[in-house]
């Protein structure tokens, strides 16, 4: 590594301080916002400043996905075409969805959300858009691929399939389908910094500032990556192992040292710290420099955690 690389991964870790331990220490920092966890048996976890956590009934058992904040609601989605609504966190609706097919990802932008899922009836990957998260349409893909995550930047929505494709949409409804960009599927990605970054069952990076023209990046791992996000100036991707990656610009990337073998499902940045969720409960946030495993008070894995100001 050179010089310059590593003096830029040095400042940027000392930023996200994803160098993790153990402790039951309880410091933390206070904010309006609010964290939201999901996962398994319909498991939903809210906190306000990412050290205690409170389990919130959500009505259902089926497993739960990933969750999304726009217009001023919560959106999750998961198992057997489960969705559900919150204005706050804390009471959850469940919503009519149309579909059976398990529901991976959602995202918001344009006035509009838009959730990806599976395509296990045969026809085509599934494409919902709604206005208020209550009622939804079923869109055409274009694609017979699963849809594993979608997200929203300039202007541009992206899905990624289960085999390393890409679709998209200027408005959720009309899709177009682009050349596939990895030979394994896609599962997370994030907008930031003006571009594009995903990551995939391979541990591949890669970087698009249009969501149509796409570079591959050297990730420094070969782990399965599942969650990439954009905070505090940086992207963090998180996968199995417990492995944790970082970047200051989505295109030099360097490992970091997650403090456990958990696989880690989900990132977040907010309220100045990190938190980072995964299986069998595991839950971790940051004090200054380091990371702190928390009390989750569940053993069900846990897939994706949001912050909302």
Do not use: P, Q
């Amino acid at each position: 590594m050179n010089k310059v690389l590593y003096i830029i991964l040095i400042y940027l870790f000392s930023l996200t301080a994803i160098s993790c331990k153990s402790s039951d220490d309880s410091s933390s920092a206070t904010s309006s916002g609010l964290f939201v966890v999901v996962g398994d048996s319909g498991t939903i976890l809210t906190s306000s400043d990412g050290t205690t956590w409170t389990s919130r009934t959500s009505g259902t058992s089926n497993g739960l996905y990933n969750i999304f904040y726009g217009n001023s609601t919560f959106v999750a989605v998961g198992h057997s075409g489960t969705i559900l609504t919150s204005s706050d966190g804390t009471t959850w609706t469940s919503r009519t969805s149309g579909t059976s097919e398990h529901l991976y990802g959602i995202t918001y932008g344009n006035s509009t959300f838009v959730v990806a899922g599976d395509n296990d009836s045969g026809s085509v990957g599934t494409i919902l858009t709604s206005s208020d998260g209550i009622t939804w349409v079923s869109r055409t893909s274009g694609t017979a691929n699963d849809l594993w995550d979608v997200n929203y930047g300039n202007n541009t929505f992206v899905a990624s399939d289960s085999t390393g494709g890409i679709i998209t949409s200027s408005d959720g409804i009309s899709w177009t389908s682009r050349v596939g960009i990895d030979t394994y599927g896609i599962w997370g990605g994030a907008y930031g910094n003006s571009k594009f970054v995903v990551a995939s069952f391979g541990g591949h990076i890669l970087t698009s500032s249009d969501g149509t023209t796409w570079t591959s990046r050297t990730s420094g791992t070969t782990s399965a990556l599942y969650d990439v996000v954009y905070g505090n100036s940086a992207f963090v991707a998180v996968g199995a192992g417990g492995t944790a990656i970082s970047s200051s610009d989505g295109t030099f990337w360097g490992t970091e040292t997650s403090g456990t073998t958990n696989t880690l499902n989900g990132v977040t940045y907010g309220n100045s710290i990190w938190v980072i969720v995964g299986e069998g409960g595991l839950i971790r946030s940051s004090v200054e420099e380091e990371m702190i495993e928390r009390t989750s008070g569940t053993n069900n894995h846990l897939y994706r955690v949001i912050y909302k100001e």
